[in-house]
C-alpha cells in the first residue's frame, strides 16, 4: 500500500515540476474543488475570473472519489480548495494535500475552504467508535442536496474568492447577486412542484437525502445500507422489504455510484418504483448544473409519482 501511494505520489510530483503556468492564465483564480457542486459554484460566482476544477466528476461515491496522480500537479497549483466538510472528503482528501505540498490550501490556511461552517449536520453519532467503518464520523454531510442549505456553501465560496482576489470583489458580487437570484426563484418553484411528495417515503442506499427531505417535507425510511459505509447483510434486506411493505415506501433511490442489483430486488419484491437519482452535477446525464440537478431530482420524483397514481 505505501509504496503504491509513493510511486503515485512521484509520479505525480514529477508532473507538477514539468508544468509552467501560462502568462494568460496568471490572472485567473485557480480553484480546485472535491465534488461537481461546489465546482459549479465556483464557475457561477467567478466568472471569467476562475479556473475551476473538480476532483470528481458526478458519478463517483462523494467520500471516496478515486486518487488520480494527475490530481496533484493540478492542487500543487491551486489558489483555493474547496470542499464539503463535516469529513465527507476524509478518504482522499487529506492525502491529496498531503502529496500537493501546496501551502496556501491546506488546513488552516486561506486556500483550504470548507463550507461547512454555519450548517447544523443531522445525525451526529452519538458513539465516538469509528471501527464499523461509519462514513459520517461528524454527522450526515450530505447538505448539497437541500437548495437553501447549498446557499451556505455559495457564501463560503463566495467570500474565499473575494479574500483572495479583491479586485475582482464587484464581479463576484454580481455573479452571487445574479445566481442567487435564479437559485432562490427554482427553489419556489420546486417547493411548488414538489407537493406531491408531501408525506411520501422512500429509502434510498445511502444515508445522502436526509436534508433533502426535511426540506421537500418527504420521509426516509431508512437505508438499504447496513449503516454509511457498510454494505446490507441479507438479513437487514429481508428486514427492509417487510418493514417497507408495511409502511407503503414509495420509492427506492439508487444513487449513481452504487450498483443497481440490490435496489432493484427490493423495488420488485415491494412494489415501489426503482429511481436513479444524482447526488451531484453529472451523476446522470443532461444534469451538469446544480439546478440542473435539482430538476432533474424533482422532475423524476413527480413524475414517478404521478404514475403510481
Ligand atoms: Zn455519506
Not at 515540476?17 to 492564465?25: D, G, H, I, N
Not at 476544477?53 to 474547496?82: I, Q, W, Y
Not at 427490493?266 to 418504483?273: C, L, V
Amino acid at each position: 500500500m505505501k509504496s503504491i501511494l509513493f510511486r503515485f505520489l512521484s509520479a505525480a510530483l514529477i508532473g507538477a515540476a514539468a508544468l509552467t503556468a501560462s502568462p494568460a492564465q496568471a490572472a485567473k483564480v485557480r480553484v480546485v474543488t472535491t465534488l461537481t457542486d461546489l465546482a459549479d459554484f465556483a464557475r457561477e460566482l467567478g466568472g471569467d475570473h476562475v479556473d475551476v476544477f473538480s476532483l470528481a466528476t458526478g458519478v463517483e461515491d462523494t467520500h471516496g472519489v478515486p486518487m488520480k496522480p494527475s490530481f496533484v500537479p493540478v492542487m500543487n497549483r491551486a489558489d483555493l480548495m474547496v470542499s464539503v466538510g463535516f469529513g465527507c472528503e476524509h478518504a482522499f482528501l487529506p492525502a491529496l494535500l498531503e502529496a500537493s505540498k501546496n501551502p496556501r490550501i491546506q488546513p488552516g490556511h486561506p486556500g483550504y475552504v470548507d463550507c461547512s461552517p454555519g450548517i447544523a449536520p443531522l445525525a451526529v453519532p452519538t458513539s465516538t467508535d469509528h471501527s464499523e467503518g461509519d462514513v459520517h464520523p461528524y454527522g450526515n454531510p450530505h447538505y448539497m442536496l437541500d437548495p437553501v442549505l447549498a446557499k451556505t456553501a455559495l457564501r463560503h465560496i463566495y467570500e474565499a474568492l473575494v479574500a483572495f482576489a479583491p479586485q475582482y470583489q464587484a464581479d463576484f458580487t454580481r455573479n452571487r447577486d445574479a445566481y442567487l437570484a435564479k437559485l432562490d426563484a427554482k427553489i419556489a418553484q420546486w417547493q411548488a412542484e414538489a407537493k406531491p411528495l408531501k408525506g411520501l417515503q422512500f429509502i434510498p442506499y445511502h444515508e445522502e437525502w436526509e436534508y433533502f427531505a426535511e426540506r421537500f417535507g418527504m420521509k426516509v425510511f431508512g437505508t438499504i445500507e447496513l449503516k454509511p459505509g457498510i454494505d446490507p447483510t441479507p438479513r437487514h434486506i429481508e428486514q427492509v422489504i417487510t418493514g417497507m411493505k408495511a409502511e407503503h415506501v414509495s420509492f427506492v433511490v439508487r444513487e449513481p455510484q452504487f450498483p443497481e442489483k440490490v435496489p432493484r430486488l427490493i423495488a420488485q419484491k415491494t412494489g415501489a418504483t426503482l429511481l436513479k437519482l444524482p447526488i451531484m452535477p453529472g451523476g446522470v446525464p443532461h444534469t451538469d448544473t446544480y439546478i440542473e440537478m435539482m430538476d432533474f431530482i424533482i422532475h423524476t420524483m413527480v413524475a414517478a409519482e404521478a404514475k403510481r397514481g
